[in-house]
């Protein structure tokens, strides 16, 4: 157990730093840096002024900032995503957190029909610096109305960049991007991976949008996966390194732009692919890689390709039935081992 | 309030060339060479005249899909909005945009819109910027009938009363939200009066009147500027055409209504008044409206003459990086 742990952790680094801290707080050190070397940045949303916001995703920031920069919003999605279009279109570069990700859905047409269009539309003359905070997933049976995954939806959308960082290291380095990318950006963190622990430089660094990570080197079967399933990605596959079975985990970092280099690089290798995501499998995050590898990689294919995703219910509370519909551990090293039938 | 010939003719000026404009687009639609829809503002030319004369260039607009009239007053110039038109590339948006989709940052031009309601919320967004940044600017935010029983403006009304920003929000009420009468589905028909919920100013103004529209919008600008916040304003008026070309307005509209309200034709009205009250002389309006004729015929040659974008430029500028 120890040992699988260990490794687990070893997964997850990505640099050598010695420095640790935690996920929530990778994202306070972002914002933080960014705030102070931008002037033109603001933060709104509920509870995110004094009180630190709800899961303390901005813990000391009003003690610095103060009332003007950190903007305790009514429960109002649609206008707070609407102010910060507005002030984006006139030079300020907004951040908007909306807590919770099931409640951008209030907020959708403004982030799908306006933010996500007005580059474009206007010929360039316009430019949408907003970046849209929030976050996803299950965590301690949240529920039907706090657990959702539908980053996809935004990934569907051409002009909206979405980040979903799995590490305390991407969520700083992805967080600065996307304050200082001119394009509306979603960053969507995961609740249940604000108190995990990683590497956490203190020297200024960035991730690039579009760079995935292989966070496991392997052989057989490439599986990819999403933001909090990239732990159990490589708990599973220390599981199959004891069968023989050696997997390639990747986590792609961001899903709009995706890095199809890797993936398809990575499938050429293992000819296997299986794809982990917390959000269902219909028109989802695993149905575009999907179609990509076979669109662009079918030759390289020795088996079909497995998607492994929240079954399709809503999200039940008691935990023995949530505990089923969520990709598990078991369900994962099943369905990985799968690929090599046949 | 003092009207001086030079307010009442910039006033004039600004009526003639969106009336002008708006015929020469409907003419140029009937002949079948115009793609898409147009959203006609004739009858309404005294909210977008009066209120952005109170404007400064850099002040913010956003308009709805019935916006040429706020586009040509906030300074597009009339050849790049009928190329915009046209979808050609020598429209403001490179023919990307059209009709409801036209931008033009250098006037503060944050766009007309194919949904009403987001233009609300995102003039109070402008407002909070230029708040920030202590810039003094303001923002506008025109809106129909239609819009005031959605939720993005009981959202915006507040933010922007909470944080006192300087937005104003003009409502320019002409009775119908596309074919449903505003009565028929408003239970409190005075949209001044809902300002009192959001403890900011609510005016009423008659939309045909354009130097009370210019005195009560300067009002409010002032306040705006002065960090007193956000005010409300409802103009009555009326469109004379239907809700877009190629509705006749007739089929739940009578024909005695349209009739009444073409009587309070706020061009004419203007002029009339000048004459009467000695601010200028029949010589004045004849000149623009020569000047403005000639304006309008050169915007619709230029735009029927400005070629369709390349399709290898149909994937640029989905992104900035």
């Known amino acids: 157990m120890a040992k699988t742990q260990s490794s687990v952790r070893q997964g997850l680094d990505e640099t050598s730093s010695e420095r640790v801290g935690t996920y929530v707080e990778a994202g306070i050190e972002a914002i933080r840096d960014e705030m102070r070397r931008d ?6 949303g509920q509870g995110i002024g004094p009180r630190g916001g709800n899961f303390a995703q901005t813990r000391g920031l009003w003690n610095e900032f103060g009332d003007e920069r950190l903007r305790d919003t009514p429960i109002a999605e649609l206008a707070q995503v609407g102010l910060g279009i507005g002030a984006a279109l006139a030079g300020s570069r907004p951040i908007v957190d909306i807590v919770f990700f099931d409640f951008i859905l209030e907020a959708s047409a403004l982030l799908i029909q306006q933010a996500s269009t007005i580059h474009y539309i206007s010929n360039g003359k316009f430019r949408v610096p907003l970046v849209i905070r929030a976050a996803m997933g299950g965590v301690r049976n949240t529920g039907p109305h706090h657990s959702h ?7 569907h959308i051409p002009g909206l960049r979405v980040a979903v960082p799995a590490t305390p290291h991407d969520v700083k380095g992805l967080l600065k991007t996307a304050l200082r990318s001119d394009d509306p950006a979603l960053f ?3 609740k249940a991976l ?16 579009g760079q995935a990570a292989i966070r496991r080197p392997g052989k057989d079967v490439t599986l990819i996966a999403v933001s909090l399933m990239v732990s159990k990605a490589l708990e599973a596959a220390e599981i199959l390194e004891r069968e023989g079975i050696s997997v390639e985990v990747i986590d792609p970092r961001t899903v709009a732009p995706l890095d199809k280099e ?18 269902y499998a219909a028109c989802g995050f695993s149905a575009e890689v999907a179609a990509l590898v076979s669109e662009e990689a079918l030759d390289e294919l020795d088996a079909p390709i497995r998607r492994i995703c929240a079954l399709p219910a809503p999200h039940a509370f008691s935990p023995s039935l949530n505990d089923y519909l969520i990709p598990s551990v078991d369900r994962v090293v099943r369905e990985v081992r799968s690929t090599l039938r046949g | 309030m003092n009207v001086s010939k030079e307010l009442v003719l910039s006033l004039y000026r600004a009526m003639a060339e969106i009336r002008e404009f708006e015929l020469k687009a409907r003419e140029i639609f009937r002949s079948g060479r115009m793609p898409g829809f147009i959203h006609l503002y004739v009858g309404e030319e005294a909210i977008a005249a009066g209120v952005i004369a109170c404007l400064q260039k850099e002040d913010y607009v956003t308009s709805s899909h019935r916006g040429h009239g706020h586009a040509l007053a906030k300074g597009i110039p009339a050849r790049e909005v009928m190329a915009e038109l046209m979808g050609a590339v020598g429209g403001c948006c490179g023919g990307r945009g059209g009709s409801m989709h036209l931008y033009e940052p250098a006037v503060g031009f944050l766009g007309t819109n194919g949904v009403v309601p987001p233009g609300i919320p995102i003039a109070a967004g402008a407002a909070l910027s230029a ?3 202590k810039t003094g600017q303001v923002a506008v935010s025109f809106f129909g009938d239609g819009a005031v029983n959605n939720g993005a403006f009981h959202e915006a009304l507040n933010m922007a009363a909470v944080w006192e920003l300087p937005v104003i929000f003009v409502c320019e009420n002409n009775l119908y939200a596309t074919e449903t009468p505003f009565k028929a589905a408003t239970k409190n028909t005075s949209v001044a009066s809902r300002a009192a919920a959001y403890q900011m100013p609510g005016i009423e103004v008659d939309g045909n009147d ?13 306040r705006a500027r002065r960090g007193e916040g956000p005010t409300l304003m409802e103009c009555l008026t009326y469109r004379w ?5 190629g509705d006749p307005g007739t089929s739940y509209r009578s024909r005695e209504e349209v009739e009444m309200w073409k009587q309070r034709d706020p061009v004419r009205r203007l002029r009339e008044q000048a004459l009467a009250s000695g601010w200028a002389e029949p010589g004045d309006f004849e000149r623009i409206d020569e000047e403005v004729r000639s304006l309008i015929e050169d915007a619709a040659q230029f735009a029927l003459a400005s070629p369709q974008p390349k399709a290898a430029t149909a994937l640029d500028q989905v992104f900035c990086d």
């Open chain 2, 131 to 133: 708040k920030l940044r």
């Open chain 1, 262 to 279: 890797t993936i398809l690089q990575s499938v050429s290798k293992t000819g296997r692919l299986a794809i982990l995501d917390e959000a």
């Open chain 1, 188 to 190: 969507i963190e995961h």
């Open chain 1, 39 to 44: 002037p033109d940045i603001f933060y709104m």
């Open chain 1, 149 to 155: 995954t539908f980053y996809s939806f935004f990934m």
């Open chain 1, 194 to 209: 604000y108190n995990a622990k990683g590497p956490l430089p203190a020297q200024e660094y960035t991730v690039p949008f």
């Open chain 2, 241 to 245: 055409f239907g809700h877009h070309e």
């Open chain 2, 210 to 222: 354009v130097l009370a529209i210019y005195e009560k919008t300067g009002q409010a600008v002032q």
